[in-house]
């Protein structure tokens, strides 16, 4: 086990229990009750509970940082130079129709820059996470990406409404934190889409860093409206080449 600092372990805690909610509740699925939040959005219980189980665990050890969350957008409370950054679930829809493939997904954005961050399937019990300076890592191996080279060989992930233009051989799993993950791991040789907000990216972004990738520049301040581009240095460029209306 490589050492993590106490700021990773209260995020891997409070993901691990919030887990144990979507994890029951995913089972029952059918007989979730469901509010719409928005026209592709909706939103459910598990996700409210899971958040509050997130935010209680990790508001206990630091009472005083701020917060930016889906579904309770931004909180300051005395720390605003520290913003836990949480998303209980990213790839709600698929989680609302039993497909499993959906993530927690947390992150600490100290000073405007992202610090650490982790993005855990509960259902296939993945844990990735990253510190700055620290590396990435998968269930407590070191991972790197991807170190292909040549682009036909390559497997890329995109997502959201809008088609993006490309040609390059492309997925849409419906779970931008995961989408970010694969790449860290070398699964996804790269992930392109734009549309979204800090939540969905921000534990991603240190996650595809530390793991070697490059990534366009993200004022993670901002909360919406962010598009990403990552992939593994290597290909990074020719991928940008084969997307026409990015």
Same mark, same amino acid.
């Given at each position: ?105 947390? $992150?600490?954005?100290?000073? %405007?820059? +992202?610090?650490?961050?982790? &993005?855990? /399937? ?7 996470? @990253? ?79 530390? $793991?070697?990738?490059?990534? %366009?520049? +993200?004022?993670?301040?901002? &909360?919406? /409206? ?7 240095? @290597? ?12």
């Amino acid at each position: 086990m490589n050492s993590i600092s106490a700021n990773l372990n209260i995020m891997i805690k409070a993901a691990e229990k919030a887990s144990k909610v979507l994890i029951r509740d995913f089972g029952e699925v059918e007989k979730l009750q469901v509010s719409i939040k928005g026209p592709s959005d909706f939103v459910t219980n598990s996700d409210k509970k899971a958040e509050k189980i997130i935010i209680d665990e990790l508001s206990k050890s630091r009472k005083k940082f701020s917060i930016i969350s889906e579904e309770t957008g931004k909180i300051e409370n005395l720390d605003t130079n520290n913003f836990w950054i949480i998303d209980p679930i990213d790839g709600t829809t698929n989680f609302l129709h039993g497909v499993p493939h959906f993530a927690i997904s947390i $992150a600490l954005m100290s000073n %405007n820059e +992202i610090i650490s961050g982790l &993005i855990f /399937d509960p259902i296939k019990n993945e844990m990735f996470y @990253a510190e700055k300076n620290n590396g990435a890592f998968f269930n407590n191996q070191r991972i790197r990406v991807s170190k292909k080279k040549k682009i036909e060989e390559c497997l890329f992930a995109t997502g959201g409404k809008k088609e993006i233009n490309n040609n390059l051989n492309n997925r849409r799993s419906g779970s931008a934190a995961l989408d970010m993950a694969y790449v860290g791991a070398g699964r996804y040789d790269g992930y392109f889409q734009k549309d979204l907000n800090i939540w969905d990216i921000a534990a991603g972004i240190i996650i595809v860093k530390e $793991a070697g990738g490059k990534i %366009n520049d +993200i004022k993670c301040s901002t &909360i919406k /409206d962010h598009q990403v581009l990552a992939a593994s240095n @290597a290909v990074y460029e020719k991928m940008i080449e084969n997307l026409n209306n990015f």
